[in-house]
């Protein structure tokens, strides 16, 4: 089966993460912070806090911007179930905004208008998590401009998009955001095993992330209470969890950070070359805006008759091609439907989910493998 996305080691990885397991700290060691110094000077950063996925990432910023009881968090229905599950675990509500049918990302009009109709009701979200998904950056500048507006915080999800680049500015560097999250789990564009990084410009807020993933303990005389005791001494002064990443997985996130930009590169050859393969055939291929360079973790078509999407998909399996669907609206979960949500709640998200095919794109996909993909869907779609 050619997945629709793998990771890639190197032997370069496997030196460095075995120099880790020779070393002396397994975690919290010197690797971590490099990782993350890294990452931010990459991505234009002020700091960036690493932790064991992008989920703990969501959930300490969340926390960080002071989400609780009460509180509304917004995301779009179409993303992976994480960008909405860190309100709830904040004890806070969720709703969502419908997606923009051309890029798939937050609507800036749907946002606009749900904004003024709860600033009427006087229930305002305190958060709002944008999406970058395919790895296509969410119009930030509108979406940053609304926010500031309302008094809105904003966390991008850019679990997808590690590597893009809108207007100038990398996606990372916080322009229209409070914080930044990237995830580094294997099928995504950089990987450390498990992780994720929590990107900022505010050295407060960042603070704060680091200690909360990390029990909510400091050792920095300055943030504590008691300063007569000796340098064992450390205190508790929030509720954190452990979120800590290794420093194995930080050596493997800081080997593949050097190959980035050949792989964006590369998944830039692959689309282009699948926009080529499937000329003619009835779908519709991705969106391109301009002075926005996507990260292509995801290369999905529409196909212009629903209907046959479930034809194609087992089709392609069949011929030993792994598509996959991105993604399930996450207000259809059962979950969220127990929460008040059903169908037709966001018509653009829904009728996106109907037509959608995630086509493999990774790395070391082969011109021969993308030439069989390509050949599979044509031969699905008009036989
Ligand atoms: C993968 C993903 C996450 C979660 O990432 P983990 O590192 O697995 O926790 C969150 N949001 C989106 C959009 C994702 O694709």
Same mark, same amino acid.
């Given at each position: 089966?050619?997945?629709?996305?793998?990771?890639?080691?190197?032997?370069?990885?496997?030196?460095?993460?075995?120099?880790?397991?020779?070393?002396?700290?397994?975690?919290?060691?010197?690797?971590?912070?490099?990782?993350?110094?890294?990452?931010?000077?990459?991505?234009?950063?002020?700091?960036?806090?690493?932790?064991?996925?992008?989920?703990?990432?969501?959930?300490?910023?969340?926390?960080?911007?002071?989400?609780?009881?009460?509180?509304?968090?917004?995301?779009?229905?179409?993303?992976?179930?994480?960008?909405?599950?860190?309100?709830?675990?904040?004890?806070?509500?969720?709703?969502?905004?419908?997606?923009?049918?051309?890029?798939? +990302?937050?609507?800036?009009?749907?946002?606009?208008?749900?904004?003024?109709?709860?600033?009427?009701?006087?229930?305002? =979200?305190?958060?709002?998590?944008?999406?970058?998904?395919?790895?296509?950056?969410?119009?930030?500048?509108?979406?940053?401009?609304?926010?500031?507006?309302?008094?809105?915080?904003?966390?991008?999800?850019?679990?997808?998009?590690?590597?893009?680049?809108?207007?100038?500015? =990398?996606?990372?560097?916080?322009?229209? %955001?409070?914080?930044?999250?990237?995830?580094?789990?294997?099928?995504?564009?950089? +990987?450390?095993?498990?992780?994720?990084?929590?990107?900022?410009?505010?050295?407060?807020?960042?603070?704060?992330?680091?200690?909360?993933?990390?029990?909510?303990? +400091?050792?920095?005389?300055?943030?504590?209470?008691?300063? +007569?005791?000796?340098?064992?001494?450390?205190?508790?002064?929030?509720?954190?969890?452990?979120?800590?990443?290794?420093?194995?997985?930080?050596?493997?996130?800081?080997?593949?950070?050097?190959?980035?930009?050949?792989?964006?590169?590369?998944?830039?050859?692959?689309?282009?070359?699948?926009?080529?393969?499937?000329?003619?055939?009835?779908?519709?291929?991705?969106?391109?805006?301009?002075?926005?360079?996507?990260?292509?973790?995801?290369?999905?078509?529409?196909?212009?008759?629903?209907?046959?999407?479930?034809?194609?998909?087992?089709?392609?399996?069949?011929?030993?091609?792994?598509?996959?669907?991105?993604?399930? =609206?996450?207000?259809?979960?059962?979950?969220?439907?127990?929460?008040?949500?059903?169908?037709?709640?966001?018509?653009?998200?829904? %009728?996106?989910?109907?037509?959608?095919? %995630?086509?493999?794109?990774?790395?070391?996909?082969?011109?021969?493998?993308?030439?069989?993909?390509?050949?599979?869907?044509?031969?699905?779609?008009? %036989?």
């Amino acid at each position: 089966m050619i997945p629709y996305g793998r990771q890639d080691v190197t032997e370069e990885d496997i030196v460095a993460v075995e120099a880790v397991l020779r070393s002396d700290f397994l975690t919290q060691g010197p690797v971590v912070p490099n990782f993350e110094a890294a990452v931010a000077a990459r991505v234009r950063a002020a700091r960036g806090i690493a932790a064991n996925s992008a989920t703990s990432c969501l959930h300490i910023a969340c926390t960080a911007l002071g989400l609780g009881a009460g509180d509304w968090l917004w995301t779009v229905p179409t993303t992976f179930v994480a960008s909405a599950n860190c309100a709830l675990y904040c004890g806070a509500r969720v709703d969502f905004v419908d997606i923009d049918p051309v890029t798939l +990302t937050m609507c800036p009009v749907h946002l606009a208008k749900k904004l003024e109709v709860a600033e009427r009701a006087g229930c305002l =979200p305190k958060v709002i998590v944008p999406v970058h998904l395919c790895g296509l950056p969410s119009d930030m500048r509108r979406i940053g401009a609304l926010a500031r507006r309302y008094g809105v915080r904003v966390i991008e999800d850019a679990s997808h998009a590690v590597g893009a680049v809108s207007q100038g500015q =990398p996606v990372g560097a916080c322009s229209h %955001s409070d914080v930044t999250v990237f995830s580094f789990h294997p099928v995504k564009i950089v +990987t450390t095993g498990e992780g994720g990084m929590a990107m900022t410009q505010n050295e407060s807020l960042a603070d704060q992330m680091a200690m909360l993933r990390s029990h909510g303990i +400091t050792r920095d005389p300055g943030r504590m209470s008691d300063q +007569t005791n000796g340098s064992w001494y450390y205190e508790q002064v929030m509720l954190g969890w452990n979120y800590r990443m290794t420093d194995m997985s930080a050596a493997l996130g800081l080997s593949q950070l050097e190959r980035l930009d050949d792989y964006i590169a590369q998944r830039h050859v692959i689309a282009e070359r699948y926009e080529w393969l499937l000329d003619g055939l009835p779908l519709r291929r991705p969106h391109r805006v301009a002075g926005v360079r996507s990260a292509f973790h995801l290369f999905v078509v529409q196909l212009e008759d629903a209907a046959r999407r479930r034809e194609a998909f087992d089709a392609l399996r069949n011929a030993g091609v792994g598509v996959n669907v991105h993604y399930i =609206p996450v207000h259809l979960h059962p979950f969220y439907r127990e929460r008040g949500f059903a169908p037709g709640d966001f018509p653009v998200a829904e %009728s996106y989910y109907a037509s959608a095919l %995630s086509l493999p794109i990774h790395p070391r996909l082969t011109e021969a493998e993308q030439d069989h993909v390509a050949a599979s869907l044509r031969h699905a779609l008009v %036989s």
